[in-house]
């Protein structure tokens, strides 16, 4: 008696302790009903939300990936119906922001310029591409509730995920098991990525192409981080923030009237002449610049920035960005933030190199984190106790190797239907508007597929669509790209 006692003791022990472990479903999918109403026409859907694995060559799963599937009802020929596959970047950046602010049927609760407002949730969104595209927001491992297996320890072969080209392999492999469990294999395909997400479509593009066999309709490109530009410094790299700073000084009235008395627009196409006409060959001279010809450019570029002449002269015409956040607004007592230049900070003190802390993103963690925990939990019914990653552990990221841009390339030319779409914010002083422009002329040297880019500027910063004037705008130019690159029957030949 005592030993069954004992037995029931242990099994009853082991399930406690099983029922408190916090770990994620391999394999796993809740489906819920929904409705929205988008463009004034009522839409009933259905959300999927799970886990799905990732395997390694003897079919062990190593990781799981968390998702959310949206797919309109009520639809006959579901192979014509495009499919939208959504990413955000960082990397280790979960599939949240596009996914509760941008494109998705539920929108977080902000005002419209996209300040956090009490209490936090979520509405329909009136715009999202709901009803042109089914959409699935993907959660790369360790960000969101997607974790690899396990989840911490020697045993993870962290080379598996945690770089450029690593990201992009794995990602193609859980995606063809993605579309194929779906039975999506016959419809137009996108692939849309922000901020690092940028580079990681691009990569996907050709990985995607070559490896599944998978063919693409478009890439679209948020904010994209083009680290060849970004990370490798030089004239190049310097030369062109130069617009972004025109840009932010033009919204906090710090330009010359000459200048602030215009539309933005129209001082923005002066800013990049000048960029790529007189900053870059400037830089390009170093130290044996001509002092007459230094001094010009400083003068030029104090016009065109809001700073002053001896601050750009102090710094050999190279002002980082660090500087213009934490100076641009000095006198007023403010720091400008680093991806949304519109938010304003206030620092310990008004001497220093950069911000005491990004402005905007504390703002945005205030309002996304409450809203994807309640959204996920409560109308999706996705019930864990697994930590949502806003932003996850993947670091060090291996970022060599980086042969995304040609690899977009390449898969536009072996693909005559692949079109690309790049969307930026004026006020991103991470990855700025002008960077991204320059990434999309750098793809193709031939510029034989120029014709098969598009690029749409707003006024706003990294995440756009948070100010509602833009949430609108960009998804109408998405849902535009989208019925435009629909083959229709055509053949996909040169």
């Known amino acids: 008696m005592k030993i069954r006692l004992l037995v029931l003791s242990l099994a009853i022990g082991l399930t406690i302790m099983n029922a408190q472990e916090r770990k994620l479903p391999v394999d796993t ?20 939300t799970g886990t799905q694995p990732v395997w390694d060559e003897s079919g062990k799963p190593i990781a799981s990936l968390h998702y959310t599937y949206y797919t309109k009802n009520n639809v006959k020929d579901r192979a014509s119906r495009p499919l939208l596959i959504s990413f955000n970047g960082g990397p280790g950046s979960a599939s949240v922001w596009m996914h509760l602010a941008y494109t998705g049927p539920r929108i977080l609760k902000i005002d419209d310029e996209g300040y956090p407002v009490q209490p936090y949730g979520v509405n329909q969104n009136p715009y999202s591409v709901l009803d042109v595209t089914d959409i699935v927001y993907v959660n790369p491992a360790n960000t969101g509730y997607s974790r690899t ?19 992009i392999k794995y990602l193609a492999e859980w995606l063809n098991t993605f579309v194929t469990r779906n039975n999506r294999w016959r419809s137009p ?5 922000e901020s690092y997400g940028g580079t990681r479509v691009m990569g996907l593009s050709l990985a995607l192409q070559n490896q599944q066999w998978m063919y693409l309709n478009g890439v679209i ?25 025109t840009a932010t000084a033009w919204h906090h009235k710090q330009l010359p009237s000459e200048l602030q008395q215009k539309d933005l627009l129209d001082i923005l196409p002066e800013a990049e002449e000048f960029t790529l006409n007189s900053l870059i060959p ?23 920035s809001g700073l002053s002449e001896k601050e750009i002269l102090d710094q050999n015409l190279v002002v980082p960005t660090g500087y213009f956040w934490k100076h641009i607004l000095k006198d007023k007592g403010y720091t400008t933030g680093r991806l949304d ?6 620092d310990r003190q008004s001497f220093g190199e950069r911000p005491d802390y990004n402005a905007e993103l504390t703002s945005w963690l205030h309002s996304f984190t409450p809203a994807i925990n309640y959204y996920l939990q409560e109308e999706l019914n996705f019930k864990t106790d697994i930590k949502y990653n806003m932003f996850g552990p993947v670091h060090p990221w291996n970022n060599e190797k980086d042969n995304t841009r040609d690899d977009l390339r390449q898969a536009m030319a072996q693909n005559p239907y692949l079109n690309v779409l790049v969307q930026s914010g004026y006020y991103d002083g991470a990855t700025t508007y002008f960077n991204a422009k320059y990434t999309m002329w750098q793809v193709d040297p031939s510029g034989r597929m120029k014709d098969r ?34 083959s229709n029957g055509k053949s996909a030949k040169y």
């Open 29 to 48: 999918v809740v489906t819920t009903q929904h409705s929205v109403t988008i463009n004034g026409n009522p839409i009933n859907y259905t959300a999927k």
């Open 149 to 167: 297996i396990p989840e911490t320890g020697k045993e993870v072969d962290r080379e598996t995920f945690f770089g450029i080209n690593a990201d």
């Open 189 to 193: 395909k996108y692939i849309i990525g």
């Open 221 to 245: 490109m948020v904010s994209p981080a083009d680290y060849k530009v970004i990370r490798r410094g030089g004239p190049v790299s310097d030369a062109m923030n130069l617009p972004y700073y």
């Open 282 to 304: 400037a830089l390009s001279k170093g130290g044996f610049i001509d002092g007459a010809e230094k001094n010009a450019v400083a003068k030029k570029m104090a016009y065109y």
């Open 341 to 346: 230049s519109r938010y304003l900070g206030i």
């Open 453 to 486: 880019f598009e690029f749409k500027g707003y006024r706003s910063g990294h995440m756009m669509y948070l100010r509602k004037e833009d949430l609108k705008k960009a998804n109408d130019d998405i849902r535009t790209f989208i019925q435009r690159t629909l």
